[in-house]
């Protein structure tokens, strides 16, 4: 596995247009509202929130929310020509062993920050076990 994602990542890096952003985020708001989420959570039988939101949840809907905004970056190259997709889907790095797995969270763009952590935490769940498509 971890030949076969090397050998992936070098490809794309050498066949695949590249570009690179950066910039500085403010995220005190963010944060805080990440807190009061969880603490407002329905609670399981053992107190702990039933789905716990992430830092990475607020993040996949940024991006996927940027995508929308800029359509000309919601594109891969296909050897001739420029895909322009619709939707935003996002995939998210999962370790398992041996190497990563990276599930895809379809049409991240019009779920909200609780339907993106439920799946997210599914597809986490469901990948040491190969099991993404059930």
């Not at 996927?64 to 050897?79: C, Y």
């Not at 322009?84 to 763009?109: C, N, Q, W, Y």
Request: proline residues 4%.
């Amino acid at each position: 596995m971890r030949c076969t994602i090397a050998q992936r990542l070098v490809e794309a890096r050498q066949t695949i247009p590249h570009f690179y952003l950066a910039g500085d985020v403010e995220t005190d708001r963010m944060l805080k509202l990440r807190e009061d989420a969880n603490a407002a959570a329905t609670k399981g039988a053992d107190g702990a929130p039933v789905c716990k939101i992430s830092i990475n949840d607020f993040l996949v809907k940024a991006f996927a929310l940027a995508l929308q905004a800029v359509p000309t970056a919601n594109a891969a190259w296909a050897n001739d020509r420029i895909l322009r997709f619709k939707h935003s889907d996002i995939g998210i790095a999962v370790a398992v062993e041996g190497g990563l797995m990276t599930p895809v969270l379809g049409e991240a763009e019009t779920k909200s920050i609780l339907a993106i952590a439920t799946e997210a935490r599914l597809l986490a769940d469901r990948a040491p076990a190969r099991q993404l498509n059930s």
